[in-house]
Nanobody, 129 residues
Framework: QVDLVESGGGLVRAGGSLNLSCEAD????????MGWFRQAPGKEREFVAA????????HYADSLKGRFTISRDVVRSTVYLQMNNLKPDDTAVYYC??????????????????????WGRGIQVTVSS
C-alpha cells in the first residue's frame, strides 16, 4: 500500500527552482502533520521541513530556511515543497512523510525502512553546478 506519492523532481542547474508535490490519501489528509526529508548518497537521512495539519505552523531545517517553503492544499490532499536557489548540495532523494506529530515524523524517518503507509517512495532531485 502506497499512500504518499511524490512528484516534481528532476535535474536543475544551480540557482534554479523545483516544486515537489506529495499526493496523499484524501480521506486522511487532514488528520496528519506532513513532512519532507531527504537523503543524499552516502549520507544520513535528514529533516527538511514539516507542516501542521491546518497549515498554520511550519518547521524547517535551519540550513534551509529562506530557500525552501512547505505548504499544503486540502482540496488536492497534497503537500508541496517549493525549493529556490538550489545548490549542488541539495542533490538527494526527497521523501514525503506523515505522522500525528513532528516527533512522530522524526521517528518514522529514523526507521529502516520507514513504513510505506507513512513514507513515500521518494523522488530524485539533482542539482548541477
Amino acid at each position: 500500500q502506497v499512500d504518499l506519492v511524490e512528484s516534481g523532481g528532476g535535474l536543475v542547474r544551480a540557482g534554479g527552482s523545483l516544486n515537489l508535490s506529495c499526493e496523499a490519501d484524501a480521506r486522511t489528509f487532514n488528520v496528519y502533520m506532513m513532512g519532507w526529508f531527504r537523503q543524499a548518497p552516502g549520507k544520513e537521512r535528514e529533516f527538511v521541513a514539516a507542516i501542521s495539519r491546518t497549515g498554520d505552523t511550519t518547521h524547517y531545517a535551519d540550513s534551509l530556511k529562506g530557500r525552501f517553503t512547505i505548504s499544503r492544499d486540502v482540496v488536492r490532499s497534497t503537500v508541496y515543497l517549493q525549493m529556490n536557489n538550489l545548490k549542488p548540495d541539495d542533490t538527494a532523494v526527497y521523501y514525503c512523510a506523515r505522522s500525528s506529530t513532528k516527533q512522530g515524523l522524526m521517528s518514522i524517518a529514523a526507521m529502516t525502512p520507514p513504513p510505506l503507509g507513512s513514507w513515500g517512495r521518494g523522488i530524485q532531485v539533482t542539482v548541477s553546478s
